[in-house]
């Protein structure tokens, strides 16, 4: 077989891939061997098909196979061993590409389109600037954090007297002219809450009252929402809307959520037994998680702005566009011409990173290790569980939730990416130019809003 490359540009090239009868010849001919063998024809016994009647039913078949098997090796060999750093996947050209007649052609010719990547050095020196910043830590994001472990480590508790926020339990049952309506709707243990309600006079009817307390209320006013009167009453929407009925209700229970006290059972709660042991050890370890917390976004934006700078910084170089958006649609079937065009420049940039990332790690001798998996993987653990306030949790939890993790392989995958990229920005904050800016958390978050 003999292949031909012919440079377009520096981005695009074309394959010519001849196949003479030659390259062929013996590959078809012990496909063929091989039908006669497992050929079920009736009339014939298993493996005695006479090899004429295998090549007439099969021959152009097997023949087209064993020609694309082949042209798909050597096209892929030529790749790899011409080491041509390609973008996509090759791609028959739309204009040399002769119409291929099996029938009666005994040699062919293949043309394929290859877009090429762009041909660039990366370097991170001084007059690269990235920013670093540092954020803010006050009164109020100590105390609001503080809010949310008495929240979260509160307790529920029965009371007397209902208050705006109790949820309350009781018999409620339908009413027509202040009596008892016979067949009427009748609900065991309705859960109410009067802070859930919209109408000011029926929320009054309940605030004050006590346990035990026959009252009458309408749940229609009180709700104003067929949803949430449903939800209650048991019954369908439809049927929501045409209650209009007072309905009589017996308190039977007061719950209330009372927050934690800011005591040593809280400290422990939160940290662990004997970690913390006074107020002020509870402040200075809730700053600490701030801090740890605010330099991983600080940690964040600055990838992002790394990020930014070098895709900037190497803005001149080029791509095959043309057969990028060819290749795009032709292995994406639900995209449009419209959403490519609008989507392809962040595309552009998505690779140009990729490329980067790339270079840079293939110049600094960069890997990615086990152990640096695993560790990013505890990272995340701990971050999952601080999201829903969980602080402190024991190694051995952390690791075993980190261990699940890693048995998905997208997870992995993400993981490979995201430690790499950490890897290449501690190279940007060795090598370039970083300067320090102290930021409040409400500056840092409104930059993200212009994003």
């Known amino acids: 077989m003999n292949i031909v490359k012919t440079e377009v540009d520096q981005n695009n090239a074309v394959l010519t891939l001849r196949v003479e009868k030659a390259d062929y010849t013996e590959k078809v001919e012990k496909s063929l061997r091989n039908y006669r063998k497992k050929a079920n024809i009736p009339?014939?016994?298993?493996?005695?098909?006479?090899?004429?009647?295998?090549?007439?039913?099969?021959?152009?078949?097997?023949?087209?196979?064993?020609?694309?098997?082949?042209?798909?090796?050597?096209?892929?060999?030529?790749?790899?061993?011409?080491?041509?750093?390609?973008?996509?996947?090759?791609?028959?050209?739309?204009?040399?590409?002769?119409?291929?007649?099996?029938?009666s052609v005994e040699d062919f010719e293949f043309v394929f389109d290859l877009g090429i990547a762009p041909e660039f050095d990366v370097e991170i020196s001084n007059s690269d600037v990235v920013n670093v910043y540092k954020i803010g830590i006050n009164q109020e994001m100590i105390d609001n954090q503080i809010n949310s472990h008495t929240g979260r480590y509160g307790k529920y508790l029965q009371e007397e007297i209902v208050e705006d926020k109790d949820m309350i339990k009781g018999e409620l049952i339908e009413l027509t002219d202040g009596q008892v309506k016979e067949d009427g709707i009748k609900i065991q243990e309705a859960a109410l809450t009067a802070s859930y309600m919209k109408d000011e006079a029926q929320k009054a009817i309940l605030v004050g009252a006590k346990k035990g307390d026959v009252v009458t209320i309408n749940p229609a006013l009180a709700y104003q929402s067929e949803v949430e009167l449903s939800s209650l009453l048991k019954i369908s929407k439809e049927e929501a809307s045409t209650i209009t009925s007072d309905f009589q209700l017996k308190i039977e229970s007061i719950t209330r959520y009372q927050e934690s006290a800011v005591d040593q059972e809280l400290f422990d709660k939160v940290y662990g037994e004997g970690v913390v042991n006074s107020i002020e050890e509870f402040h200075a370890k809730i700053k600490e998680n701030l801090e740890e917390n605010l330099r991983l976004d600080s940690d964040y934006k600055f990838g992002m702005d790394a990020q930014e700078m070098l895709i900037n910084k190497y803005s001149n170089i080029t791509f095959p566009d043309v057969f990028l958006k060819r290749w795009l649609l032709s292995t994406n079937e639900n995209?449009?011409?419209?959403?490519?065009?609008?989507?392809?420049?962040?595309?552009?940039?998505?690779?140009?990173?990729?490329?980067?990332?790339?270079?840079?790690?293939?110049?600094?001798?960069?890997?990615?290790?086990?152990?640096?998996?695993?560790?990013?993987?505890?990272?995340?653990?701990?971050?999952?569980?601080?999201?829903?306030?969980?602080?402190?949790?024991?190694?051995?939890?952390?690791?075993n939730y980190a261990k699940d993790m890693m048995k998905k392989e997208d997870t992995v995958k993400h993981i490979v990416e995201k430690v790499l990229e950490e890897k290449i920005y501690a190279i940007v904050k060795t090598d370039a130019k970083l300067e320090s800016k102290e930021i409040t958390i409400e500056e840092f978050n409104k930059m993200f809003e212009t994003k």
């Open 43 to 103: 009339g014939f016994r298993p493996g005695m098909v006479p090899v004429g009647l295998v090549k007439k039913m099969y021959g152009k078949a097997v023949m087209a196979e064993e020609i694309n098997k082949l042209v798909s090796e050597n096209l892929y060999n030529y790749i790899r061993e011409n080491k041509i750093n390609m973008l996509g996947e090759p791609l028959p050209n739309e204009t040399l590409q002769s119409k291929i007649d099996f029938d």
């Open 335 to 399: 995209m449009s011409v419209e959403a490519l065009e609008n989507d392809f420049p962040k595309m552009i940039d998505t690779l140009k990173w990729q490329l980067i990332k790339d270079k840079l790690a293939t110049k600094a001798g960069i890997k990615v290790e086990t152990a640096d998996l695993e560790d990013f993987a505890k990272k995340m653990a701990k971050a999952q569980f601080a999201q829903y306030g969980m602080i402190g949790m024991d190694d051995a939890i952390i690791e």
